[in-house]
């Protein structure tokens, strides 16, 4: 069974848009874009030879707010985007509940929406993968909290302005800071010692 890197979507990999509630997710393949380096980190992470994974809560169709077809059209162009840059995903993994929802099939309380772990363990499950020393890379709090609970090494990254760290063991600026500080504890594991220069440092 392999370790892999769960990542966050919105945030993480690509830009938020503004919405009356603040920062949000795309509504369109239109709105979609990378952030800066996101497909440089994703391609040194796909090097290490461990299985990249994106989950995320998308409550967007839940709230009215798109269809089924414009979020499978936004995981292309995610899909396409990344392609591009000799990047690829080994697994794309939604929570697509709210318990506010108005779309009445999505209104629930799930297990998958994070910060709880049900994304997470159905990965596992679908995927073969071990999540103990594995790693959870995300910008809100609850991507910390969702990986915490089931042994995930975690970094916080601050793509989107500072957030509060919720425990997470790193802080990172961004998704090609956390990629590069992957590598480096990859290398420590390797050699069996753990390099004091990379504990908790901002990169």
Known sequence: MNRAVFLDRDGTINQTVPSPEGPDSPRSAEEFRLLPGAA????????????????????????GKFSAGTLDAMTERLKKDLRSEGAVLDGVYYCLHHPQAVVAEYRMVC?????????????????????????????????????????????????????????????????????????????????????????????
């Open 111 to 203: 297990d998958c929406r994070k910060p709880r772990s049900g994304l997470l363990t159905r990965a596992a499950a679908e995927m073969g993968l071990v999540l103990a020393g594995s790693y959870m890379v995300g910008d809100q709090d609850r991507d910390i909290i969702a990986g915490k609970s089931v042994g995930c090494t975690t970094l916080l990254v601050e793509s989107g302005g500072p957030t509060a760290a919720a425990g997470a063991d790193y802080v990172c600026r961004d998704l090609q800071a956390a990629a590069n500080l992957i590598v480096e504890l990859e290398g420590a594991r390797a050699s069996d010692y753990a390099p004091e220069e990379v504990n908790g440092n901002l990169r």
């Open 40 to 63: 440089r980190a994703i391609r040194r992470l796909n090097d290490l030879g461990l299985p990249v994974v994106v989950v995320s809560n998308q409550p967007g169709i839940a709230k």
